[in-house]
């Protein structure tokens, strides 16, 4: 079964810091402000939510999926972030990916797919 989309909400204690984290640094558009709550476009059909309330970034990773993560990351290095792991392969997974924490201390992961077995209509080398 498919769905539509996929909205992934992450909880905020200050709904502009992370805005301008999310939309300035990252680059994501705004598509919805709910007052308590604001929706990202993240791709076609992906989006990532802010909403006010108490952070829980234990065990969350919102994996940004991206076909150039070296150039991708160097132009996040320019508008100032600062990553938590750099660029590299990761054999295990047949991945290339970096890492980096949001504000509110979830943790954010720029990645490819290396495998040929990831779905054709979805970002891949």
Known sequence: MRYDGLVTLLRTVDLDRAEDFYSG???LERVLDQGGCRIFRVSSSGFLG???GTPEPQGVIVTLVAADVRERCAELER????????????????????FLRDPDGHLVEVQRFES???PDDVVRT
């Open 79 to 98: 508008r100032g972030v600062r990553f938590e792991k750099s660029v590299s392969y990761n054999a295990e997974f047949d991945i290339t990916h970096a």
């Open 25 to 27: 640094l990252l680059g």
């Open 50 to 52: 802010v909403c006010a």
């Open 116 to 118: 040929a077995e990831w």
